[in-house]
């Protein structure tokens, strides 16, 4: 019988989501939990990406002053004067330890809006998502089908909106889908227990680059319950 949901690593890609500085600095008020354990993992993981020449996307927010692009529940905010993820700044920028090796690459909001992707590196680019979901209104689903990517490994900032949103997404397009929960921040026992009823698969950083390393055509991993 066919296992429509077991991840193949031979069409397999890594999306980062909103791992921006914005989620790092003390002051910010939307800075995550977590963060002391899943940076060195989601650092581990995208750079065992590139090792293997996968693709990786980054998928970051950005919100204009005006606030015209910004989600409903917290579109207010920034028209009063909530400054994150502002075109151009410090705090939109990819965090310093997922920067390609050797270089800071700074955002391109022009290139961004206009719904193209930055390329930063071998197979390696940012892309902007309007809203929680890193498919919704992006070109990231042509893209992916573009190359045979059918299996997404997510990590990231913000569990409880972007990766959540994301996976659904993704589960709505038939794409096999694995979370690396040591690399998520915000994430939850329940949260994440409830994933696998979806037939998302779970692994850990070092089970998951020990599985794209594994010489079998797709190795073994573990689905969570």
């Not at 600095?25 to 090792?51: H, Y």
């Not at 994430?187 to 594994?214: I, P």
Request: net charge negative; proline share 6%.
């Amino acid at each position: 019988m066919p296992d429509y949901i077991r991840p193949q690593k031979d069409h397999v890609a890594l999306i980062s989501l909103s791992a921006q500085r914005d989620y790092i600095l003390p002051s910010s008020p939307i800075r995550a939990s977590g963060l002391s354990r899943a940076i060195p993992a989601m650092e581990k993981l995208v750079q065992g990406f590139r090792d293997r020449l996968a693709p990786v996307y980054h998928s970051i927010r950005l919100y204009k002053t005006d606030g015209s692009n910004v989600d409903l529940c917290r579109r207010t905010a920034v028209e009063e004067g909530l400054r994150i993820f502002m075109p151009g700044s410090l705090g939109a920028e990819l965090v310093d330890e997922i920067q390609p090796e050797g270089k800071e690459v700074r955002i391109n909001p022009d290139l961004l809006f206009d719904g193209k992707f930055q390329e930063i590196g071998e197979n390696e680019s940012i892309f902007y998502r309007p809203r929680w979901g890193a498919f919704h209104d992006t070109p990231l689903e042509n893209e992916l089908k573009a190359r045979g990517v059918n299996t997404l490994v997510l990590c990231g900032f913000s569990f409880t909106t972007a990766t959540r949103a994301t996976i659904y997404e993704a589960s709505a397009r038939d794409f096999r889908v694995i979370v690396v929960p040591d690399a998520l921040c915000n994430a939850t026992e329940q949260g994440l227990h409830e994933l696998g009823r979806m037939g998302v698969y779970m692994m850990e950083t070092d089970e998951l680059l020990s599985w794209l390393r594994d010489p079998r055509e797709n190795g073994e991993s573990e689905k969570a319950a």
